[in-house]
Nanobody, 123 residues
Framework: QVQLVESGGGLVQAGDSLRLSCAASGVMLSSYTVAWFRQAPGKGHEFVAAIAWSTGNTVYADSVRGRFTISRDTATNMVYLQMNNLKPEDTANYYC????????????????RGQGTQVTVSS
């Protein structure tokens, strides 16, 4: 059974940094794409970033490009989201998701997702 478990969220001030982690189990990720999405209260699921496991190629949303970095550790089946220069509008529940093959930017394309970790950025 595939499980994705996020950690690393918290309450920070604008301009601070956080690193989120996503631990994957029950799956060999070699042919997968892993992505981070976020959802703020009352809003839809927003694509943040994705990484192709086999190549390490990455894709970012315009809203986070240059501030966030997605990476993976193939030895430990972990995916990270380094978030720098956080803004109040980054406040949301962040969750990771996995799908076979290429990058997609809509959550419906991902077969697996975690419960998420809350990130709150105060101004």
């Amino acid at each position: 059974q595939v499980q994705l478990v996020e950690s690393g969220g918290g309450l920070v001030q604008a301009g601070d940094s956080l690193r989120l982690s996503c631990a994957a189990s029950g799956v060999m990720l070699s042919s997968y794409t892993v992505a981070w999405f976020r959802q703020a209260p009352g809003k839809g699921h927003e694509f943040v970033a994705a990484i192709a496991w086999s190549t390490g190629n990455t894709v970012y949303a315009d809203s986070v490009r240059g501030r966030f970095t997605i990476s993976r550790d193939t030895a430990t089946n972990m995916v990270y989201l380094q978030m720098n220069n956080l803004k109040p509008e980054d406040t949301a529940n962040y969750y990771c998701a996995a799908r076979r093959l290429g990058v997609a930017t809509v959550i419906g394309a991902y077969a697996y997702r975690g419960q998420g970790t809350q990130v709150t950025v105060s101004s």
